[in-house]
């Protein structure tokens, strides 16, 4: 009989709708006639709010790509799938569907998905699920914690500074210090990013005291954790990642776009950003980006997929490592089936894989 594999999709975090694109492509793979006798797509909707729906809605969000309206005022009742605790908060009850899932592929982007928090529950519910467990979900959000486990490896990455939302928002006002600190180490340009999220949200460039200070302040209205890092001028270049224990590494791809960085804007508007696969670098630059992507994978404990993001920095040859994602853009177009595709792996092909790669992962005893 066919393999039930839980398609878990949309999600609490801003790349809601990317994780329905890329849901969406995955769902067509899995239906293609090389998959469709090995696979029963169950599709579970994971509401803004944080609901899960299983049945027909998401099987409308998956054909149409259209986020459904929120139901508006609901009460609990015996089968809205809403419940009330005794201090009087509702919370929501998780379908009876997902007692029938065999293997879950959790297709969400960003915090509350990518993050370990969904790893950790589908790993207490003892179901294999894709892709990487707990704690290499949770090191390749936090680009802190990204970073420490990078620089232990010896992998080399940008200058930074981390502070936390309460050093920022501190009374008495030690802010002006600590501007002059990041000043002192880092000097202008300099990026100052939220350290849990992803597709650029809350990341700015900035040039002067007065951005410094405004971008600090708007990043700790995301994250209690805060980065900075010193800007560098380098081309950017990807590194697809696929297996457990013996991964392999892709070609490498590049982006190349005109704005001032890769910004929400050029990642999600069409034109405005090129892929190039494979990216025209130097043999030996080439291996050494495949050789530190495994490494970072390595670094993390990530599992089944992983994209490897880095800076060349053309003018010195030097490889700076930016950070691993654990559960990349995954729609038609995005780069890392993009890169698989390149190195000889289809689209369908690799959900097999991946799905392959959950089970005898989990499989394997500790
Ligand atoms: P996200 O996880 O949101 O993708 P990144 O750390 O990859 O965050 O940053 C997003 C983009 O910002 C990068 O792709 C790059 O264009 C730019 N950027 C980030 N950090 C630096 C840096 N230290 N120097 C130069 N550009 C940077
Ligand atoms: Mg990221
Ligand atoms: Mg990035």
């Given at each position: 009989s066919k393999l039930r594999v839980g398609l878990l999709f949309g999600g609490r975090s801003g790349e809601h709708e990317v994780s329905i694109s890329s849901a969406r492509a995955i769902a067509l793979a899995l239906s293609a006639e090389e998959n469709a006798n090995k696979y029963e797509i169950l599709p579970f909707y994971i509401q803004k709010d944080g609901r899960w729906l299983a049945g027909d809605v998401p099987q409308q969000v998956l054909t149409s790509g259209k986020v459904p309206q929120l139901p508006e005022n609901e009460t609990p009742s015996a089968n809205s799938l809403l419940s009330t605790t005794k201090n009087n908060l509702t919370r929501w009850q998780f379908p009876s569907?997902?007692?029938?899932?065999?293997?879950?592929?959790?297709?969400l982007h960003g915090p509350?998905?990518?993050?370990?928090t969904i790893q950790g529950l589908l790993s207490l519910m003892q179901v294999p699920f894709v892709g990487s467990g707990v704690l290499g979900s949770a090191l390749g959000m936090d680009k802190i914690a990204m970073k420490m486990a990078f620089a232990q490896a010896g992998l080399a990455q940008v200058k930074y500074v981390t502070l936390t939302r309460a050093q920022i928002w501190s009374n008495p006002c030690i802010f002006p210090k600590l501007c002059d600190e990041i000043e002192a180490t880092l000097g202008y340009p300099c990026f100052v990013k939220p350290a849990n999220l992803g597709?650029?949200?809350?990341i700015a460039k900035v040039r002067s005291r007065q951005e410094l200070e405004t971008a600090l302040d708007n990043a700790a209205s995301y994250d209690r954790r805060i980065i900075v890092e010193a800007g560098v001028i380098a081309r950017e270049v990807e590194c697809a990642v696929l297996g457990n224990d013996q991964p392999q590494a892709s070609v490498v791809g590049e982006i190349s776009f005109e704005?001032?960085?890769?910004?929400y804007e050029t990642k999600y508007t069409e034109g405005l950003a090129d892929l190039l696969?494979?990216?025209?670098?130097p043999d030996s630059v080439t291996r050494q980006i495949q050789d530190m992507a495994l490494q970072a994978f390595a670094a993390v404990d990530a599992a089944g997929l992983a994209r490897v993001d880095f800076f060349y920095v053309e003018a010195t040859g030097e490889i700076l490592i930016n950070e691993i994602n654990t559960f990349p853009g995954f729609t038609a177009t995005s780069m890392y089936p993009q890169m698989w595709a390149k190195s000889g792996i289809t689209f369908a092909e690799l959900v097999d894989r991946l799905i392959q790669l959950a089970l005898e992962r989990h499989s394997t005893p500790l």
């Open positions: 569907q997902v007692g029938e899932v065999d293997v879950w592929f959790p297709i509350n998905g990518e993050d370990g597709s650029s949200v809350g704005s001032d960085f890769y910004d696969i494979p990216a025209q670098l």
